[in-house]
């Protein structure tokens, strides 16, 4: 089964709202990290929360880490349409360089 | 230098076909993936190597096999694939150790006819 489930798996919202997506998984980890991808390419890290850390911030984004319910959010402040892309957490697996990834928010910015 | 490289960026191949996907990094990484990718779906992990061993092979089909020649390259020899296999080939690196931040390159889009 995944690892982590994303929610919304889709989301559109105004240039300069924000954007707030949701990840769920099942075992204890030690950390969990969140990428970007762009339709059809590669994914591009943006953040990793360890498992003794509750809050992250990394310019317009914010994440939150709540290891009580397996959950992570992930916040996208005063959002731009470039921010339009599929976002995946990641969690280890409990295996040595192994991240599963949960399958993904796509995320629409309307200009 | 923070990139990773994959080449060619589209590949056609009929399922008799040998073709052989290439990712280069130069961070000094000592740990090295392949994943694939089916449209709307998540990556998912095929094989890792580690100080260019393999460390991880999750059940993929005798089909793929991966090489990896040196720190910086990885290859992923593909013969007499399936169609179902057609997907978006990504390769990524870390710098070794547990829970590290991977970069990925831009992948292989990958039809099998």
């Known amino acids: 089964s995944q690892q982590g489930e994303e929610d919304p798996q889709a989301l559109s919202i105004q240039e300069g709202e924000n954007a707030t997506m949701n990840c769920s998984y099942k075992?204890?980890?030690?950390?969990l990290q969140w990428y970007r991808q762009n339709s059809g390419r590669g994914l591009v890290h943006l953040i990793l929360i360890r498992s003794n850390e509750r809050e992250k911030h990394s310019g317009r984004l914010r994440v939150t880490l709540d290891t009580s319910k397996k959950s992570s959010s992930l916040l996208i402040t005063a959002s731009r349409a470039a921010d339009t892309a599929s976002y995946f957490c990641a969690t280890d697996a409990g295996g040595y360089q192994k991240v599963t990834f949960g399958i993904g928010t796509k995320l629409q910015v309307i200009p | 230098d923070t990139e990773v490289t994959q080449t060619p960026k589209h590949l056609v191949m009929g399922m008799t076909n040998k073709k052989s996907l290439k990712c280069e990094q130069h961070?000094?990484?000592?740990?090295m993936y392949w994943y694939k990718q089916k449209a709307k779906k998540p990556p998912e992990l095929m094989f890792v190597y580690s100080y260019e061993k393999l460390s991880i092979n999750e059940s993929v089909p005798s089909r793929f096999s991966p090489e990896c020649p040196n720190s910086s390259l990885l290859n992923l020899h593909l013969h007499a694939l399936q169609p179902e296999d057609s997907a978006l080939y990504l390769c990524?690196?870390?710098?070794?150790?547990?829970?590290?931040?991977?970069?990925f390159g831009p992948g292989t889009r990958l039809l099998v006819l």
């Open positions: 990524a690196s870390s710098q070794d150790g547990d829970q590290e931040t991977q970069y």
């Open positions: 075992t204890s980890i030690n950390n």
């Open positions: 961070m000094g990484h000592r740990a």
